[in-house]
């Protein structure tokens, strides 16, 4: 079956555009989160959301946010870009609860701001 | 929340070696210890986990431990080859919270 997808994999802006990225998890999985990584920051778990509700959301400022789709496909939108919000955007997907599963992720969109 | 810590950051053994990579963990109700390996380039792919109703698990070359008390679980990868080159996650399930990462190199 077809793994997580993120679109797109690469985006360039230019500081205080926004911008959203989106994933579909894998067939089945109710659960979407997502991560930014950057070089020795490791991975920053940004929010969760299942059956389109947010379960869980990270230390981020109010201008990252996201929303779930009835078929379980997720975006991430963030909105007033700074140069610092330069990363790789990871999502992964789980079945159900995310903490005590397999989560898997997809290939992420890396972002840059310029 | 929980809070893990990961080291080292970075790990540099020559092939055949044996390498270890500990973390610690705060939540003392957190019971899901998974391991992730992200090759550059690639997505973070789910290595070994471990649940906390055991102490040890193991897959061929690798295997974790886990202390519940002192609230650390360890990594061990043995006879190492160049492809075990990549950064190693840790992470435990409060939130899925991962630790730093460590950059493994295996020499030929």
């Known amino acids: 079956k077809a793994g997580v997808t993120q679109t797109p994999r690469y985006l360039i802006k230019t500081r205080g555009q926004q911008v959203t990225l989106s994933c579909s998890p894998i067939?089945?999985?109710?659960?979407v989160s997502w991560y930014q990584q950057t070089p020795g920051q490791g991975l920053q778990f940004l929010f969760e959301?299942?059956?389109?509700?947010?379960?869980n959301k990270g230390n981020f400022p109010g201008r990252f946010s996201g929303r779930q789709f009835s078929n379980s496909r997720s975006e991430m939108n963030v909105s007033t870009l700074e140069l610092g919000d330069s990363a790789l955007y990871l999502c992964?997907?789980?079945?159900?609860?995310?903490?005590?599963?397999?989560?898997?992720f997809g290939q992420g969109t890396r972002l840059t701001v310029v | 929340g929980e809070n893990v810590e990961q080291h080292p950051s970075t790990l540099s053994v020559q092939e055949g070696d044996s390498a270890v990579i500990k973390c610690t963990y705060s939540d003392s109700a957190s019971n899901y210890f998974p391991w992730y390996k992200q090759e550059l380039g690639k997505r973070p792919q789910l290595i070994i986990d471990?649940?906390?109703?055991?102490g040890e698990k193991k897959d061929q070359r690798i295997a974790v431990t886990l202390n519940k008390t002192a609230k650390h679980f360890s990594l061990h990868i043995t006879e190492t080859q160049p492809e075990d080159s990549a950064v190693y996650f840790c992470?435990?399930?409060?939130?899925?919270?991962f630790g730093q990462g460590t950059i493994l190199t295996v020499h030929p």
């Open positions: 471990i649940r906390s109703n055991v």
């Open positions: 959301y299942f059956s389109e509700t947010q379960r």
């Open positions: 067939s089945g999985h109710r659960s």
């Open positions: 992470a435990a399930n409060d939130r899925l919270t």
């Open positions: 992964a997907s789980t079945i159900g609860g995310m903490w005590n599963t397999e989560a898997f």
